[in-house]
């Protein structure tokens, strides 16, 4: 009786030690996601697993919750609206904690159904079109008189009030205040612009260009000074653009041109990939843009060069280039050969225009 118990207990024993080693199990209920890029979308998957996981993606557009866990759980990914014409892949990844073992869900996501015909000239009118029609910079005037030219895009320059709005003004200080420290309310009883527009807000600004032919914003989140701010202004701002832009599901009508890479980085994780971000900085090399996760190059042509060289480099190195600003006569003819490939930003949109045909 007594070996009897024996071979029972080692039998347990047995069972207990083969139980605590089983080996690690993870799958996932889809190997594939296609999703439409019209608008945001929200699709499931299941996970099941033994031990701990982690997910990871590989672009900014594909947002899991949660990102981690233990066991069996239903994940909800959300699919961010592709702004662009052309359809985008990406990758989710779960992984268990350990590393032994993944699965790699692909993405496929369509391209946007366009709104309007596609304005290919590449001309983006710097703070509007204002110099040539003699109307405030950034004013909702000259925002329209750029779309009214059927320009690629109009830039604009944004700013934080100290109650939170995004105002569109190239100015750090309005009616002799610096705007980080004053209300919206309080700025708008200091001063008018030239044509009697109050201050714009970013929000009627972009609803501006929602409502126009398809002419882009290339929304400029200014680099501040000390006292105007600095970095901790200047990523509030662009973090409550890209919120209005969210709410607005403006996707679409946006580009972000950013100049120091510490606002870069403080606004690119509100951005998540749902619309292009460009680094305007001369100093930066092709490896500052990699370290970054950045395509898009803006450079001011003074200090740039007309150097066809340097700028095949850029492009060599997958980096999308834009010009600022493309004004005189012998900036124009460089450019010209190059218009397809790249973005001119310009105080006179209506002469680029002119030269390419496409206005009287």
Request: hydrophobic share 40%; net charge negative; glycine share 8%.
């Amino acid at each position: 009786m007594k070996k009897v118990l024996n071979i029972l207990i080692l039998a347990a024993a047995s069972l207990v030690l083969m139980s605590c080693s089983k080996e690690t199990e993870l799958s996932v209920s889809k190997d594939s996601f296609s999703v439409s890029g019209d608008k945001e979308s929200i699709e499931t998957f299941d996970i099941v697993s033994n031990t701990e996981w982690a997910i990871t993606v590989s672009e900014g557009w594909i947002v899991p919750t949660p990102v981690g866990g233990s066991g069996t759980c239903l994940v909800k990914v959300r699919f961010m609206a592709n702004p662009d014409r052309e359809a985008r892949k990406g990758t989710l990844t779960v992984a268990t904690k350990d590393g032994a073992l993944s699965k790699t869900i692909s993405v496929d996501q369509t391209a946007m159904t366009p709104k309007f015909p596609l304005i290919d000239n590449n001309i983006i009118a710097h703070r509007g079109a204002r110099l040539e029609y003699s109307l405030p910079d950034n004013s909702i005037a000259a925002l329209k008189k750029a779309i009214e030219l059927n320009c690629y895009g109009s830039e604009c320059d944004i700013i934080a009030t100290a109650d939170g709005q995004v105002v569109v003004t190239h100015d750090t200080k309005w009616g002799g205040k610096y705007i980080k420290d004053e209300t919206y309310e309080t700025l708008k009883g200091l001063k008018k612009l030239s044509n009697g527009e109050d201050l714009p807000l970013f929000r009627d600004y972009l609803k501006t260009a929602m409502s126009g032919n398809g002419t882009k914003l290339f929304v400029d989140v200014k680099s501040l000074s000390d006292e105007a701010g600095g970095n901790e202004v200047s990523i509030r701002a662009g973090i409550g653009a890209a919120r209005i832009v969210k709410e607005l599901h403006a996707e679409e009508y946006v580009r972000f041109i950013v100049g120091r890479a510490a606002v870069y980085n403080g606004v690119s994780p509100e951005v998540k990939g749902a619309w292009p971000m460009a680094y305007m900085n001369q100093e930066a090399t092709h490896t500052t843009f990699e370290n970054m996760g950045c395509t898009w190059g803006n450079f001011d042509i003074s200090a740039f060069g007309l150097d066809d060289t340097k700028l095949a480099g850029w492009q060599s190195a997958g980096i999308i280039v834009s010009f600022y600003n493309i004004d005189t006569d012998e900036q124009i003819a460089w450019w010209l050969p190059h218009r397809k490939d790249v973005m001119a930003c310009t105080n006179y949109p209506h002469k680029l225009l002119q030269t390419l045909g496409l206005r009287e």
